[in-house]
Structure formats: structure tokens, C-alpha cells
């Protein structure tokens, strides 16, 4: 069974720190995406990042960065130059190339201080 | 629309009422989900859709839970005799194609039963 790991329930740092948030997943598939998602208070989950398991050039969208390592099946966060904005539940999301449904981690609370 | 609606946002429920939750994809979009979040946690597969068509329902948790699309664009996720077991946020997503891309979220109703 596909499962996915947030290890760090609660993370704090300064606006305008770097901070990392953790994600190892598990499954047998080669052909996969991983996603990370941010739950601000209004519920809503927001696409931050997404990763193709087949290209190995991590993905980056502005701020956001993650370190894609295959072998070790580890899919980490990097947001860089933080704002209180950030602040919010971060989700690690995975679903195999040829399933529709995504699996997700317990999530980790990132709480931006001013 | 622009965005995915649900509504309502906050509903309580006595135990044993029977609830109805709605959502409104985006307009167009094929692929649409229902997702189960309990507190602290990730969100928990319950349904799928393609068009009216329901192609998975593998998430429901127990016969008291029915979903359904009637004309492919609109959904509701019907509960029966709600227990307290069912407090949670339904999250609804939707999608123009079945898997991969990141899905839109809308901002989930909030189901206490008491």
C-alpha cells in the first residue's frame, strides 16, 4: 500500500527565514506525481508544487522549491524567503501515473513569526 | 464559475439527521472528487466522478454514505443517519481531466454531528 510520511507535525520560523518541510512516501510504482499543498485557515487547498517522479530536475515555482530524491523516496518543501502569508497547513500528496486518487500525509503546521 | 463552491459551509446535524452537501466544480471540468478530512489529519478518498458517471466510490465508508452528478456538473454528497463519527470536512475537488495535474479544491463544509 502507497503511504506518505509528514514527520514534523509543527515547524516556527522568522519571516524572511528558509525553512524545509519533510515528505518520504512509499510505494512500488516507477511512474508517479507528488504534490505539495497549503491549507490556510479558509480550508481551502491550494496546488503549491507539483513533481513528475520521471524527471529528475526538481520543480520550482517562485519561493518554492522542493529536493526530489527517487531512491531515497523523500519529496522535501523548501520555501525560501518566508512571509506571514505562508503561514498554514502544508500537505504532502502523492498518486500513481495510473490512479486518479491522491494520498496524503498528516500534514505539518507552519507558523510564520513576525 | 472561477472557482469550486460548496456549500453549506458549516453544517451541525442531531445524530440520526440526514444531511445533504453540495458542490459546484468548475465549469467544464470532467473529474470530480470527494475527499474526507477529520481533524488533524489528511484528507481521505471517498469518490469519484467522470462526467454523471460515478467510477469509483471504493472511499465511502459505510452504506449510509451516497454521492451522485446527475448531469455531470453539479454534485452532492448525501449522508444519512449521521453519526459522530462523521464529523469532518468534506472536501470537494475538481479536475478537466482525470489525474495528475493538481486538482481545484473548493473551501469544504464543515460537518459536526452532535
Known amino acids: 500500500a502507497q503511504t506518505v510520511t509528514q514527520s514534523q507535525p509543527e515547524m516556527s520560523v522568522q519571516e524572511a527565514e528558509t525553512v524545509t518541510l519533510s515528505c518520504t512516501y512509499d510505494?512500488?510504482?516507477?511512474?508517479?506525481?507528488l504534490f505539495w499543498y497549503k491549507q490556510p485557515p479558509s480550508r481551502q487547498m491550494i496546488l503549491v508544487i507539483r513533481q513528475e517522479a520521471y524527471k529528475q530536475q526538481n520543480a520550482t515555482e517562485n519561493r518554492f522549491s522542493v529536493n526530489f530524491q527517487k531512491a531515497a523516496k523523500s519529496f522535501s518543501l523548501k520555501i525560501s524567503d518566508s512571509q506571514l502569508g505562508d503561514t498554514a497547513m502544508y500537505f504532502c500528496a502523492f498518486n500513481m501515473g495510473s490512479n486518479y486518487q491522491l494520498i496524503w500525509g498528516a500534514g505539518t503546521k507552519l507558523i510564520i513569526k513576525p | 464559475g472561477a472557482g469550486v463552491s460548496q456549500s453549506p459551509r458549516y453544517k451541525v446535524a442531531k445524530r440520526g439527521q440526514d444531511v445533504a452537501l453540495r458542490c459546484d466544480p468548475i465549469s467544464g471540468h470532467v473529474s470530480l472528487f470527494w475527499y474526507q478530512q477529520a481533524l488533524g489529519q489528511g484528507p481521505e478518498f471517498l469518490t469519484y466522478?467522470?462526467?454523471?458517471?460515478?467510477?469509483?466510490k471504493s472511499g465511502l465508508p459505510s452504506d449510509r454514505f451516497f454521492a451522485e452528478r446527475p448531469e455531470g456538473s453539479v454534485s452532492t454528497l448525501k449522508i444519512q443517519r449521521t453519526q459522530q463519527e462523521d464529523s469532518a470536512v468534506y472536501l470537494c475537488a475538481s479536475s478537466p481531466t482525470g489525474i495528475n495535474y493538481g486538482y481545484t479544491f473548493g473551501s469544504g463544509t464543515r460537518l459536526t454531528v452532535v
Open positions: 466522478f467522470q462526467n454523471e458517471a460515478q467510477l469509483d
Open positions: 510505494t512500488s510504482e516507477s511512474n508517479y506525481y
